[in-house]
Structure formats: C-alpha cells, structure tokens
C-alpha cells in the first residue's frame, strides 16, 4: 500500500472570468487524517503557496498568494482534489476569493433550507471548434441534435457519460444530462441542498470535465456561442 497521499490543490484565479488552475502536494499519509471513508480530514490539510503573478492575482515583486484547503474530493485511491480559497500573504483573503464572501453570509442563513440546481452548458471542442463540425463550413443548422443519437447528431457522447459516472463516485450530485442545441454541445445539472457545498460541487465537476478532456485530446468551452 502506498504510504503517499496526492493532494490536488484547485482554485480560481484572478482573470475576470476564472479560470480553474491546480498544483499537486505529496505528503505522508501518516501527516493526514482520515474520516471513516478514507478520504482526508480537510482540517488536517496544510496551507500552500503558489505564484499569483503568473495567475492575475499578484504583482511580481510581492507575487506569494496561500491557499487554504476547504473541500476534499477523492479523484482516485490516494488522490484528491483539495478545492482552496486564495489568501494574501498577510493572512486576509485575496480579492478575487468570493467564496470567503459567500461562506460568510451562509452562515447568516445557516438555519434556513435551501435547494440549489445549475444548469451548467458547455461546448466540446477540437482545434478550437465545435466537435462534430467539418474543418470548413458548419454542420446541418440547429434540430436534430437536442437530446439527438447518432454520429450526426451527438458528438463526444463517451466522455459525457464517464464524466457523469465519476462525478457521482466523488459524491457530486449531478442529477442528469443531455446533448444541446448545436453539435458538439451538452448539458449536465448538477444539486445539492448545503449553499457551498453545491457552487463547490459546481466548480469540481467543471474541474473535472476539463481533467477528463485532456484525455481525448478535446478542449471544453463555456461560453453559450463559441463561434459566429
């Protein structure tokens, strides 16, 4: 058995739309503690540091950002992803971390019950565009390929559903997807009843999609019209 754990720290930087970057610790296993289910204790998870001047978030001469570990995911059996938030060096959170924002007022409202659902779209790309499209010119318009079958009207089906799959096994509840409007696009929803626990939930199953693309060589693009 292995004596090492992975710790994959994830945050958001500093660009006005985040982006997701990581950075992976190993540490002894005897250095972690571990609940019931094997995975770590986030409590017993160091601190870490990285270069904010390469992510928007610090100037070069000052450029130490910490993070701090906030939630655990188990990626595989002595893997994890450790979503941080982002603190300056002098121990205040960094402007750009508005989960410290929101963890402060969910606790205002922390006796109230609440159900959060997202819809989270998303275009499979190769080569910057659209799976599914043709090198020059553009499919067939819009109509066959919501909730389409077939090689002509759903592309990139494999990698949807292993992202479904794993999702489920770290314990986030996505409750369903399905292919969009245009080729090459999908959509996933994803739930959860605890405020932060559903925009963490969020933000590692994009982690997560973005992880399993590089398998396949396919890049992932949020925004709802990639191309004219």
Wanted: net charge negative; aromatic share 14%.
């Amino acid at each position: 058995k292995m004596n090492k754990v992975l710790l994959e720290y994830v945050w958001l930087d500093g660009y006005k739309t985040p982006n997701l970057r990581s950075k992976t610790k190993v540490v002894d296993c005897t250095d972690v503690s571990f609940d019931t289910s094997g995975t770590p204790d986030v409590r017993s998870l160091p601190d870490w540091n990285f270069d904010g001047s390469s992510t928007e978030q610090a100037p070069g001469h000052d450029s130490e950002m910490v993070l701090k570990p906030c939630r655990v995911y188990r990626w595989d059996d002595n893997h994890f992803f450790v979503l941080s938030e982002v603190y300056n060096n002098v121990g205040t959170p960094h402007f750009s971390n508005l989960r410290s924002k929101l963890r402060n007022e969910s606790q205002k409202f922390s006796s109230e019950e609440f159900w959060w659902g997202f819809e989270q779209e998303y275009f499979l790309t190769s080569g910057w565009r659209p799976l599914g499209f043709p090198d020059n010119g553009y499919p067939p318009p819009q109509g066959l390929y919501y909730c389409g079958v077939g090689s002509n009207q759903a592309a990139g089906r494999k990698l949807v559903e292993m992202h479904l799959r794993k999702c489920l096994s770290m314990g986030i509840e996505l409750t369903g997807t399905n292919a969009e409007v245009a080729l090459g696009q999908w959509e996933y929803q994803c739930f959860a009843k605890d405020t932060l626990k559903a925009c963490d939930d969020l933000w590692i199953s994009r982690y997560v999609l973005y992880r399993m693309s590089e398998d396949f060589g396919w890049g992932i693009d949020l925004n709802p019209k990639p191309i004219q």
